[in-house]
């Protein structure tokens, strides 16, 4: 939705604005969940409310010690929406991109203080662990690379549903679908244990594993430095 007019926009940026920058914060700070719109969407206002707030009081406070009179004249224009012609155009809308960069700021300081004690440190990643483990490239981080490009073979051990386990080379998965939509492929040389625990050869070339049979991933690298 597109906010049409002054007072959409003015709602927009005092309501809308800040709530959503510090949602965008948080995001690698909290883990993903469930919940209804309804919660996120309070939680959205109520912060903006709290920063608009602190950031119209400071621009009123400036307006005043600048010029009282431009203080009274961006009141009669807020109550009336009309404005004298002594007073430019460009001072309103001024007011009000300072009162959202102000309001923006305040989301900013209150994730970069104190974001971390109340949900944690910003490492949390967006992608689902399903495409950072069994992606052939290499994360940047784990291990520390030895050289720019590098990649490497993926081996899983899985355990399935059905009890059986099942070890391969990823050749190919479905990366950031919903759960039950992913599949995980496996191409040869694949394994599977028997009742003695003993890993066994078998046939086929390519084995296809929906994401609901999985139990549990085991997964082991290979690197492999690229020219």
Known sequence: MVPTGIGAGLTFLVLIVPGFVLESLLLNRRPKRDESAFSEANRVVFSS???????????????FAVHQTWYNDLQLWLTTGKYPPALPIAIPYTCLFA?????ISFVWMWDHFWGEKLFGPR???????????????????????????????????VELTSGRFIQGYVADFTPD??????????????????????????????????STSVVSLSIFYGYLNEP
């Open 123 to 157: 490492r949390l990643s967006t992608d689902s662990a399903w495409r950072r483990h069994l992606s052939d490239r290499e994360p940047l981080a784990i291990p520390p690379p030895s050289s720019d490009k590098r990649s490497r073979d993926v081996f899983v051990q």
């Open 99 to 103: 009162e959202a960069m102000l309001a």
């Open 177 to 210: 679908h919903d759960w039950a939509d992913r599949e995980l492929s496996l191409t040869a040389p694949i394994y599977e244990r028997d009742e003695s625990r003993c890993w066994n050869y078998i046939l086929p070339q390519v084995f296809i594993i929906p």
């Open 49 to 63: 409310l709290l920063s608009s707030g602190v950031s119209i009081v400071v621009v009123c406070i400036l307006l």
